[in-house]
């Protein structure tokens, strides 16, 4: 070989070489690229695949979920305890206050006070007859006693506790 064309291999080559050394770098670089970005989804595939793993059936309990039973039981215990006045007290002066006190505080309408003068002859009658009296309603000389003091919802076992507490707390 002439000496020109082997400078001219030498030189060659290490362009080549060059060459390929960049091409290398470049795929060395496109790789830890591709490592880096995060995976594209193509929405079709995904769509594909929840389709896949989507789960067989599922139990239709109806409207009435759990967290429809549970608001209609509180519901229901709301309510049951609306029905019972005064949230179902057997606290005599609790209801009392509240109730009887409208007309036995004052005396309206006749009604005895807890002046202890104003009930001895209605002792005299016997608790028994006290408590009927409240429960069913009474209407005597001075004037009208609604059943249960006019509030349905007492219980019996209230109105007596009533009673109780204003025969005890007479003066
Ligand atoms: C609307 C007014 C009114 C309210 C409210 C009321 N009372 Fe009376 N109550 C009367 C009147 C009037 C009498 C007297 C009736 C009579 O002897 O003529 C009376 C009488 C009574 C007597 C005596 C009954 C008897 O045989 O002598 C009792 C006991 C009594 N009330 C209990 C209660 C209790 C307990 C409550 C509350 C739960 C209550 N009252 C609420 C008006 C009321």
Redesign the pocket.
Known sequence: MRNYDLEFLKRFSLVIAFLVAITLGLIVAAIALHRVLPPEVDPAAAKRTENRIAPVGAVYAGSTGAAAKAAAAAAAAAAAASQVAYGGTLDGSV??QN??S???GSG?????TLAAGQWSA?IA?GAE???R??IEG?????????P????PA?TEEQ?RA??DW?LDNLK
Do not use: D, F
């Open positions: 209801i009392y109730l009887c409208g007309c036995h309206a309408g006749g009604a005895p209605r009658q007859t006290l408590y009296h409240a009474y209407t005597g000389s001075a004037g009208v006693m609604p249960k003091g006019g509030n007492l109105v009533s009673v204003m």
